[in-house]
């Protein structure tokens, strides 16, 4: 069963995507999934609701390329990844601005904590990586597809790129994905535990903060593998 790898051109392929992504996410459990697919209704709405978000970002940035794998035999896409190229960066020195999950219910106790959460992950992207590079936003390969070589075939395509442009590459990881990112030439440069502290927390509160949503920032530098005790974290000497 050969796998092909292919950049998404037609917004038709998001209907197989995303369904990959939410069943990747849950197998293994991924802490994070809750808080950019949540379910209010049904995982089919959910989905869906996913979809539109994506594509809808993917149409407005000419710089984030989203891959997928294609498994020959059945036609069907087993994997997909986000990348995006960044060439500038705007205000690189500036906090991160608050952050609108709009996804989540308006005014619910979810949609306050998705925000708190969202923004320790990009403003802890943001502060360290100001200079001009690639990004993973999320790679994914179905459960029932997996040491096929499906997700080698999504990481090499970013690191070429990057090694083409010459960039700095990142991705922020969950703590069970950084042995598999390791083995791709990334470091785990850093490790982030959000502060979702507040005053007087409620017991949903408490009960969404005691999961465990430490990340991972993995870097690999420009043309070569990340080598430990030699390469240097920009951001520690700027």
Known sequence: ?????????????????????????????????????????????????????????????????????????????????EWEIRHT?????????????YWH??????????????????????ERMTRPHVELEQLVVHPDHRRRGAGKLLLDWGIQKADELGLESCIESVPFAVPIYEKFGFGNAEVLNPDLVIP????????YAADDLRVSLMWRPAGHAYRAGKDKLPWLNS
């Open 1 to 81: 069963m050969p796998l092909r790898l292919e950049e998404v051109k037609n917004e038709q392929d998001f209907g197989e995507i995303l369904p990959v992504l939410y069943a990747a996410f849950g197998e293994p459990y991924n802490s994070l999934r809750k808080w950019f697919i949540p379910v209010h209704t049904t995982v089919e709405a959910a989905i869906e609701d996913a979809k539109g978000r994506n594509v809808k970002s993917w149409k407005e940035h000419t710089n984030i390329h989203w891959l997928k794998v294609t498994d020959t035999d059945s036609g069907k896409i087993v994997g997909a990844a």
């Open 89 to 101: 960066i705007d205000s690189p020195h500036e906090p991160q601005k608050p952050i609108n999950a």
């Open 105 to 126: 219910i308006e005014g619910s106790e979810e949609k306050l904590f998705a925000e708190k959460l969202l923004i320790n992950l990009k403003g802890f992207m943001k």
């Open 200 to 207: 007087n927390p409620s017991a949903k509160w408490e009960e």
